[in-house]
């Protein structure tokens, strides 16, 4: 083989990787979750509780009844997006809200598929945690 051969085929190895990574992206069904991870961001759902869902479809041994429910946010695609638990989230764990379908806008991060929530719209009504009220009321007061 000749050097010229050689250089060739070396070159062609080195870029092949290069070419293979800038393909078009193939996200199965992911939604990008890589490019919101970290970010402030809104996801839209049916705020549920997650073992009493997965009990009903799915046969799993929840224990709501003793632990409590464990509110999440289910998407159309049928996952599930937990909550930092947090004053912020605290809010969600109202059972009024159980059912309905909302918007939660906070940090997603994927990893952890968790939400550090900022606020919650539900029913066109846009609330947020409160520190001098100490609850999630919408209130404006500083």
């Known amino acids: 083989m000749s050097k010229k051969t050689f250089f060739i085929i070396c ?3 080195l870029v092949l990787p290069i070419m293979v990574q800038a393909g078009p992206e193939h996200d199965h069904g992911q939604k990008n979750v890589e490019k919101i ?3 402030v ?3 839209e759902g049916v ?4 073992n009493c869902s997965l009990k009903k479809d799915f046969g799993a041994r929840s224990e709501c009844k003793i632990r409590g429910c464990q509110h999440a946010l289910k998407t159309t695609d049928g ?4 909550f ?6 605290q809010g969600l764990k109202d059972t009024k809200y159980a059912g309905k379908q909302i ?3 906070g940090t997603f991060f994927a990893n952890a598929n968790t939400m550090d929530v ?3 719209t539900v029913e066109g009504k846009t609330v947020s945690w409160c520190d001098n009220c100490a609850s999630m009321d919408g209130c404006s007061a500083k």
């Open 118 to 120: 900022q606020t919650i």
């Open 37 to 39: 991870d970290g970010k």
């Open 79 to 82: 996952k599930f997006v937990e």
């Open 84 to 89: 930092l638990d947090n004053k912020y989230s």
């Open 41 to 43: 961001t809104t996801l």
């Open 103 to 105: 918007k939660v806008t």
């Open 47 to 50: 705020l549920v509780c997650k």
């Open 11 to 13: 070159s062609f190895l």
